[in-house]
């Protein structure tokens, strides 16, 4: 592997690491990753603060079972939708990569964002550009080099500690969050150490493991080998067009391929790589190998994209990029889950009423000619207002009598309810008959729920 000046892999022979000093080209690309991640870490802080129909946008509160997406609330019963979720995003992820590479990581993962476009930035602010970074760190311990280093770690610990108050706001909820804040840290000592360890652990992966997260740590690189082929579309280099390599001289008649050589593609990897060598599992295709790449090509006069987005039989047979029939295929199919998944949430019911005949109970007969069986119901109130439930049969000839009614049922609480229902018995044709009921709020019909009634049969 090629070690340069500023930018050195992991690890060499010694097996000790060596300290990442990528370089910053500010191309093309490296601009829209620039606005992605701006938007990214508006939504990241801001959401949430933002409410749907007075829910969060999103919760994902684990202690107490409750989740919100898009303002849309999901508890324990909705655990089907959880597993379609689960197997959407695998489904998702499998085809992404086989289309497109670790795109992913190099765009949209929070751990690439916060580490290039955040805190990175913040260390070049301070300590300078990649070359001073690594003057510095070799440099004997002065007033200057004190104030630096200090200066840098005590801003990565409070973007830490803002980080960690944002990321638990997403498990216990913004309100949550504003007690810990608020009361006494005696009333919230669980909350107070579960900020404090996510402050530890974000400012340990963003100032000292960095990189290793990529390369290392996370399983999804080490899935990209058997995810990938010829035909998945990454960032690669073009060896026909860049081969043989070799600075360039134009008094020489020798001739050579576009690449001069200068070795600024491994310069920038901000996991250290030469990108020439191939597809690599540390490669997370943030494209910063292109920018740097492009900017020697229009330096030399020399066809952009040296280094750009291809697939090995592209590369092969000279062609340029385009969107194949499998890359369609595999969108598709994406598009298709996400969609059926969308149907299915919003197809939920703001009020959820389950209702099952009393166990080991028999039919009872009633005065005026009435057979009853005996129901308990859980009802969920799934809105952020308290909501008056009652029951009503679709057949009007049978009645509901509650021994104990749901009435009103607070925000986001459960309740229970337990009544007859009441059916004419020369209504009664079979042993077990399909009961239709409709969950009523005030007057309005807000969904329905079935049951079986079993009656006596001449």
Same mark, same amino acid.
């Given at each position: 592997?090629?070690?340069?000046?500023?930018?050195?892999?992991?690890?060499?022979?010694?097996?000790?690491?060596?300290?990442?000093?990528?370089?910053?080209?500010?191309?093309?690309?490296?601009?829209?990753?620039?606005?992605?991640?701006?938007?990214?870490?508006?939504?990241?802080?801001?959401?949430?603060?933002?409410?749907?129909?007075?829910?969060?946008?999103?919760?994902?509160?684990?202690?107490?079972?409750?989740?919100?997406?898009?303002?849309?609330?999901?508890?324990?019963?909705?655990?089907?939708?959880?597993?379609?979720?689960?197997?959407?995003?695998?489904?998702?992820?499998?085809?992404?990569?086989?289309?497109?590479?670790?795109?992913?990581?190099?765009?949209?993962?929070?751990?690439?964002?916060?580490?290039?476009?955040?805190?990175?930035?913040?260390?070049?602010?301070?300590?300078?550009?990649?070359?001073?970074?690594?003057?510095?760190?070799?440099?004997?311990?002065?007033?200057?080099?004190?104030?630096?280093?200090?200066?840098?770690?005590?801003?990565?610990?409070?973007?830490?500690?803002?980080?960690?108050?944002?990321?638990?706001?997403?498990?216990?909820?913004?309100?949550?969050?504003?007690?810990?804040?608020?009361?006494?840290?005696?009333?919230?000592?669980?909350?107070?150490?579960?900020?404090?360890?996510?402050?530890?652990?974000?400012?340990?992966?963003?100032?000292?493991?960095?990189?290793?997260?990529?390369?290392?740590?996370?399983?999804?690189?080490?899935?990209?080998?058997?995810?990938?082929?010829?035909?998945?579309?990454?960032?690669?280099?073009?060896?026909?067009?860049?081969?043989?390599?070799?600075?360039?001289?134009?008094?020489?008649?020798?001739?050579?391929?576009?690449?001069?050589?200068?070795?600024?593609?491994?310069?920038?990897?901000?996991?250290?790589?030469?990108?020439?060598?191939?597809?690599?599992?540390?490669?997370?295709?943030?494209?910063?190998?292109?920018?740097?790449?492009?900017?020697?090509?229009?330096?030399?006069?020399?066809?952009?994209?040296?280094?750009?987005?291809?697939?090995?039989?592209?590369?092969?047979?000279?062609?340029?990029?385009?969107?194949?029939?499998?890359?369609?295929?595999?969108?598709?199919?994406?598009?298709?889950?996400?969609?059926?998944?969308?149907?299915?949430?919003?197809?939920?019911?703001? /009020?959820?009423? %389950?209702?099952?005949?009393?166990?080991?109970? +028999?039919?009872?007969?009633? @005065?005026?000619?009435? =057979?009853?069986? *005996?129901?308990?119901?859980?009802? /969920?109130?799934? %809105?952020?207002?308290?909501?008056?439930?009652? +029951?009503?049969?679709?057949? @009007?000839?049978?009645? =509901?009598?509650? *021994?104990?009614?749901?009435?009103? /049922?607070?925000?986001?609480?459960?309740?229970?309810?337990?009544?007859?229902?009441?059916?004419?018995?020369?209504?009664?044709?079979?042993?077990?008959?399909?009961?239709?009921?409709?969950?009523?709020?005030?007057?309005?019909?807000?969904?329905?729920?079935?049951?079986?009634?079993?009656?006596?049969?001449?």
């Amino acid at each position: 592997m090629i070690v340069t000046e500023t930018n050195k892999p992991d690890t060499v022979e010694d097996g000790k690491r060596k300290w990442m000093y990528p370089l910053v080209r500010k191309g093309k690309l490296y601009q829209y990753r620039s606005w992605l991640s701006y938007l990214y870490l508006l939504l990241f802080f801001a959401t949430p603060y933002l409410r749907i129909n007075g829910n969060p946008v999103l919760l994902l509160n684990i202690l107490e079972r409750r989740f919100v997406i898009l303002g849309k609330v999901f508890w324990p019963q909705d655990f089907f939708l959880f597993v379609l979720v689960m197997l959407a995003g695998i489904v998702c992820v499998v085809l992404f990569t086989m289309a497109f590479g670790r795109f992913f990581c190099g765009w949209i993962c929070p751990q690439t964002i916060f580490m290039e476009m955040f805190f990175r930035k913040i260390e070049a602010w301070i300590e300078g550009d990649a070359r001073q970074r690594k003057k510095l760190d070799a440099a004997p311990w002065t007033t200057n080099k004190i104030i630096r280093k200090t200066s840098k770690h005590v801003i990565f610990i409070v973007l830490s500690f803002v980080i960690a108050n944002t990321f638990l706001s997403y498990i216990i909820g913004s309100e949550g969050l504003w007690k810990i804040i608020t009361e006494p840290i005696s009333q919230h000592w669980s909350g107070f150490i579960s900020i404090c360890l996510f402050t530890a652990v974000f400012y340990f992966i963003y100032s000292q493991v960095r990189e290793i997260v990529c390369t290392v740590i996370c399983p999804y690189g080490r899935l990209q080998g058997v995810l990938t082929d010829k035909h998945t579309l990454s960032v690669a280099y073009n060896y026909q067009r860049g081969e043989p390599r070799g600075k360039l001289n134009r008094k020489s008649e020798e001739q050579k391929g576009d690449c001069v050589d200068c070795k600024l593609c491994v310069d920038v990897c901000p996991t250290g790589i030469d990108i020439r060598k191939g597809p690599q599992l540390e490669c997370i295709n943030c494209t910063a190998c292109i920018d740097a790449c492009n900017e020697v090509m229009l330096k030399i006069n020399k066809q952009a994209n040296l280094i750009g987005f291809y697939s090995e039989e592209m590369i092969e047979k000279k062609t340029k990029p385009a969107f194949t029939a499998r890359m369609a295929t595999c969108s598709l199919v994406m598009v298709t889950l996400l969609g059926a998944l969308t149907w299915f949430v919003g197809r939920q019911s703001d /009020i959820d009423v %389950t209702v099952l005949r009393s166990a080991g109970l +028999l039919y009872q007969e009633q @005065p005026g000619g009435y =057979i009853s069986n *005996i129901y308990n119901a859980d009802l /969920i109130n799934k %809105t952020n207002k308290a909501q008056n439930i009652t +029951l009503v049969a679709d057949d @009007p000839s049978i009645k =509901i009598k509650y *021994i104990q009614a749901p009435g009103v /049922i607070g925000s986001n609480q459960a309740t229970k309810a337990t009544f007859f229902l009441l059916v004419p018995a020369n209504h009664i044709t079979a042993a077990k008959t399909d009961i239709n009921l409709k969950i009523i709020q005030g007057k309005t019909v807000v969904g329905t729920t079935s049951t079986t009634f079993v009656g006596p049969v001449d």
